[in-house]
């Protein structure tokens, strides 16, 4: 028998809902390729642990970059292997639902439906992220009030004001958590002269990183390698340090919710204004970003309950309910 699914792709993870029995997959979006022979090796967690650890020839990589398919035969394969995992042994080709970023171009939503086809799908509908986190955090995007969601994945944020089952204003910028990382990488480089991956980037932004002051007596320990002797080196690292690494992208991040807020018609503004956003993705789980954001516009701002899933459970949701959520889908 053929089942459904809902597939949110994301740049940083990849979650797997199936109608009937809820997320049955939420593994990081990486994907390890022998360069010669171009097979798989690994995918998900095990892909990620090789990442920055592997000989010339094996490649780890993010196959999407800043929401969109950056390789299209990647993306196929790792479709493939995902719809083997979740159900094997099935025949059937499933149906799936896709949550894509609003940014990506018309080009690019047409490649992700071609890599789903290729990739064993019978029918491939298409939902945009916002609206997928809208319903899965059960806000009521069918009622003549405002609903805004800012969705800060690891390649894009995504600020959406929603009203009447659509989306009446939108801001995207593909700047997401990994720039994050990147900030901290280079800060440690330009400051420390120390080189560290992008895996120990993220560790450090775990520890101590934050958008706004909150426990300033943490510290991190950050070894890496010293680029004028190439020897060993650790040094020590604060909040305050971090904050201001990152300060650019944060700010990047806060400028597109304020760009939301005041393309929105001036009912809907004043909605958003007495009710709140609410905060959801990977990325908006970086401690005190909520203050931050609510600090600089002057709205409460509330992270949701499971930031990463909810994306997916609202795609999951239109799976169970397709007729009442129909509205939701792309075009074919």
Same mark, same amino acid.
């Given at each position: 028998m053929a089942r459904d699914l809902a597939i949110d792709l994301g740049t940083a993870n990849t979650l797997v809902y199936e109608r009937g029995r809820g997320i049955v997959l939420n593994e990081p979006t990486?994907?390890?390729?022998?360069?010669?022979?171009?097979?798989?090796?690994?995918?998900?967690?095990?892909?990620?642990?090789?990442?920055?650890?592997?000989?010339?020839?094996?490649?780890?990589?993010?196959?999407?970059?800043?929401?969109?398919?950056?390789?299209?035969?990647?993306?196929?394969?790792?479709?493939?292997?995902?719809?083997?995992?979740?159900?094997?042994?099935?025949?059937?080709?499933?149906?799936?639902?896709?949550?894509?970023?609003?940014?990506?171009?018309?080009?690019?939503?047409?490649?992700?439906?071609?890599?789903?086809?290729?990739?064993?799908?019978?029918?491939?509908?298409?939902?945009?992220?916002?609206m997928a986190a809208a319903i899965g955090c059960g806000l009521p995007i069918t009622e003549p009030t405002a609903s805004l969601v800012v969705d800060v994945g690891g390649g894009t944020t995504e600020t959406a004001l929603i009203s009447l089952g659509d989306i009446v204003a939108v801001?995207?910028? +593909?700047?997401?958590?990994?720039?994050?990382? =990147?900030?901290?990488? &280079?800060?440690?480089? /330009? @400051?420390?002269?120390? !080189?560290?991956?992008? +895996?120990?980037?993220?560790?450090?932004?775990? =520890?101590?990183?934050? &958008?706004?002051?909150? /426990? @300033?007596?943490?510290? !991190?320990?950050?070894?890496?390698?010293?680029?004028?002797?190439?020897? =060993?080196?650790?040094?020590?690292?604060?909040?305050? @340090?971090?904050?201001a690494a990152t300060e650019d992208v944060v700010r990047e991040i806060v400028e597109s919710v304020k760009v939301c807020l005041g393309n929105a018609p001036p009912e809907l503004a004043n909605d958003v204004i007495g009710e709140g956003l609410n905060l959801v993705g990977g990325g908006g789980m970086l401690p005190g970003l909520d203050q931050r954001i609510a600090n600089d516009i002057d709205v409460p701002v509330q992270l949701v309950d499971n930031p990463l899933e909810c994306v997916v459970l609202g795609a999951g949701q239109c799976l169970e309910n397709p007729g009442a959520l129909h509205a939701v889908f792309q075009d074919e």
């Open positions: 990486v994907i390890a390729l022998n360069r010669r022979t171009h097979e798989v090796l690994a995918m998900g967690h095990d892909a990620w642990q090789m990442m920055g650890r592997t000989p010339s020839d094996i490649v780890a990589e993010r196959p999407l970059r800043h929401g969109a398919v950056t390789d299209f035969e990647v993306t196929q394969r790792m479709l493939r292997l995902l719809l083997s995992r979740v159900r094997p042994g099935r025949f059937g080709r499933p149906r799936l639902v896709l949550c894509v970023p609003t940014a990506i171009t018309e080009v690019e939503r047409r490649a992700v439906r071609e890599a789903a086809r290729r990739a064993g799908a019978h029918e491939t509908f298409l939902i945009e992220q916002p801001d995207a910028v +593909r700047v997401g958590s990994f720039d994050i990382d =990147a900030a901290i990488q &280079a800060y440690v480089r /330009r @400051e420390y002269r120390i !080189a560290v991956g992008e +895996r120990t980037a993220e560790e450090i932004k775990l =520890a101590i990183g934050s &958008a706004w002051p909150l /426990r @300033e007596d943490l510290k !991190a320990e950050v070894r890496g390698r010293d680029l004028a002797t190439g020897l =060993a080196k650790t040094v020590i690292l604060t909040p305050a @340090e971090l904050r």
